[in-house]
């Protein structure tokens, strides 16, 4: 697929977010996408799998969320399979706080899918808003 391709289903994706639809991000997915979240935070890891980003992500992330989850793009720059997208998060947490996070996501594409997302945020946000990681995975449990 061509880079405008790709810029193209990254704008799709986000126009959705905004209005708190993860639809068209989960159908932008390869299945063998891996998440990678930088940093020194509990949260920082790699994720490897569809089905275990899924899991062992998405859902003790979205098990601390009050409310629905909305994003949009700020920017976005596009070259190759690569596309870079500044976004701003916005919710309300189960523990009373807002986790309005902002993001750099590097994807990087292959055969019209996600296949690979890098994640830049601010790290001292999500332990103050979302608790650890491990902590987040036993309430997904619950």
Same mark, same amino acid.
């Given at each position: 697929?061509?880079?405008?391709?790709?810029?193209?289903?990254?704008?799709?994706?986000?126009?959705?977010?905004? #209005? !708190?639809?993860?639809?068209?991000?989960? +159908?932008?997915?390869? %299945?063998? =996408?891996?998440?990678?979240?930088?940093?020194?935070? /509990?949260?920082?890891?790699?994720? #490897? !799998?569809?089905?275990?980003?899924?899991? +062992?992500?998405?859902? %003790?992330? =979205?098990?601390?969320?009050?409310?629905?989850?909305? /994003?949009?793009?700020?920017?976005?720059?596009?070259?190759?399979?690569?596309?870079?997208?500044?976004?701003?998060?916005?919710?309300?947490?189960?523990?009373?706080?807002?986790?309005?996070?902002?993001?750099?996501?590097?994807?990087?594409?292959?055969?019209?899918?996600?296949?690979?997302?890098?994640?830049?945020?601010?790290?001292?946000?999500?332990?103050?808003?979302?608790?650890?990681?491990?902590?987040?995975?036993?309430?997904?449990?619950?």
């Amino acid at each position: 697929m061509s880079t405008h391709a790709n810029k193209a289903i990254v704008k799709r994706i986000f126009d959705a977010m905004a #209005e !708190g639809d993860r639809s068209a991000f989960g +159908d932008a997915l390869h %299945p063998d =996408f891996t998440w990678q979240a930088t940093g020194s935070s /509990s949260w920082s890891r790699r994720w #490897e !799998g569809l089905d275990t980003v899924r899991r +062992d992500l998405f859902r %003790p992330l =979205f098990a601390q969320f009050d409310g629905q989850y909305r /994003s949009h793009a700020t920017r976005m720059i596009a070259e190759g399979d690569l596309v870079m997208v500044e976004v701003q998060g916005d919710v309300r947490t189960r523990r009373g706080g807002r986790y309005n996070n902002q993001y750099c996501y590097i994807c990087r594409f292959t055969q019209g899918k996600i296949i690979e997302l890098i994640e830049y945020m601010d790290t001292a946000l999500i332990d103050r808003e979302l608790g650890t990681y491990e902590q987040a995975l036993e309430a997904a449990k619950a």
